[in-house]
């Protein structure tokens, strides 16, 4: 069964109540009489341990490593629209090659 928390307008008293329904009727104040309003409070459920995915609360180690990475994916970003860009093309040699000589120790 559920607690949910309460908080009286009036006087601000604060109360706990194990409730078995979200639908039921608020509770009353137990000081002033007064109609208490549901508040929303910050959980204590914290997800630790092995199971989850690495970038869940990720390590000191691992926030360096990506940060790393970030990093060269970002230069190789770079260099592909560098690479990218138009390029003219050499001057014409007049349709002949040059005939090079092949490669030794290879």
Do not use: H
């Amino acid at each position: 069964m559920p607690i949910y928390e309460y908080q009286c307008p009036k006087c601000g008293r604060q109360t706990e109540v194990l409730q078995q329904s979200q639908k039921a009727a608020p509770p009353k104040c137990q000081e002033c009489k007064g109609e208490m309003n549901k508040i929303i409070s910050p959980t204590a459920f914290i997800l630790k341990g092995e199971g989850w995915y690495v970038t869940d609360y990720p390590s000191e180690s691992r926030k360096k490593g990506m940060e790393v990475e970030k990093k060269a994916k970002d230069r190789k970003k770079k260099k592909g629209t560098a690479s990218s860009k138009k390029k003219t093309p050499a001057p014409s040699s007049g349709g002949k090659k040059k005939k090079t000589p092949p490669r030794q120790g290879t």
